[in-house]
T-cell receptor
Framework: NAGVMQNPRHLVRRRGQEARLRCSPM?????VYWYRQLPEEGLKFMVY????????ESGMPKERFSAEFPKEGPSILRIQQVVRGDSAAYFC?????????????FGPGTRLTVT | QQQVKQSPQSLIVQKGGISIINCAYE??????FPWYQQFPGKGPALLIA?????SEKKEGRFTISFNKSAKQFSLHIMDSQPGDSATYFC??????????FGAGTRLTVKP
């Protein structure tokens, strides 16, 4: 059973460009979470999605950031008009369901560098 | 506002020693407390987790101690090995999948 897959692993964008980060959850998992990790810091929750629905986006900046998890295909985290402060590692996690003991399994992350 | 406070920020331990990392939380809605291990360039991986109805959980060299009244929990790594050198994150989760992480502890185990 393949783990959570993220691509690209590394992404370089110039200021003002768009960044698209993709996440394929583990097989059988319908819940996806996105986190951002700045250097030397912990993971900050951004958004929680189920298929075709955004459940909680309280950690997502109101502008330039959006996320989706379509019925078919991977979840996408989209950052428009990137700025240097968006440089970070973005991790996706998935779980098979809701409930406190459902574990979140993390992907290897996408490291975004904005030049 | 950090909902889970973790200390120390970094820790150096001799091989064979005990590594202790502490976390504290405020939100009493948290009902599940996992610890994650992260190696450079990798995603976090679940190490061990505990629910608040248990005061201690042990898996191999890793033990979580949980103090519900103090709203504190800690990770103990016994007989620490150089391969344990990594960043460790505590986390706290509610039953609607809301999970918050501590800031992390960078552990270095010297041979």
């Amino acid at each position: 059973n393949a783990g959570v897959m993220q691509n690209p692993r590394h992404l370089v964008r110039r200021r003002g460009q768009e960044a698209r980060l993709r996440c394929s959850p583990m097989k059988g998992h319908s819940h996806v979470y996105w986190y951002r990790q700045l250097p030397e810091e912990g993971l900050k929750f951004m958004v929680y999605l189920q298929k075709e629905n955004i459940i909680d986006e309280s950690g997502m900046p109101k502008e330039r950031f959006s996320a989706e998890f379509p019925k078919e295909g991977p979840s996408i985290l989209r950052i428009q008009q990137v700025v240097r402060g968006d440089s970070a590692a973005y991790f996706c996690a998935s779980s098979p369901g809701t409930g406190v003991t459902y574990e979140q399994y993390f992907g290897p992350g996408t490291r975004l560098t904005v030049t | 506002q950090q909902q889970v406070k973790q200390s120390p920020q970094s820790l150096i331990v001799q091989k064979g020693g005990i590594s202790i990392i502490n976390c504290a939380y405020e939100n009493t809605a948290f009902d599940y407390f996992p610890w994650y291990q992260q190696f450079p360039g990798k995603g976090p991986a679940l190490l061990i987790a505990i629910r608040p109805d248990v005061s201690e959980k042990k898996e191999g060299r890793f033990t979580i101690s949980f103090n519900k009244s103090a709203k504190q929990f800690s990770l103990h790594i016994m007989d620490s090995q150089p391969g344990d050198s990594a960043t460790y994150f505590c986390a706290a989760k509610t039953n609607n999948n809301d999970m918050r992480f501590g800031a992390g502890t960078r552990l270095t185990v010297k041979p």
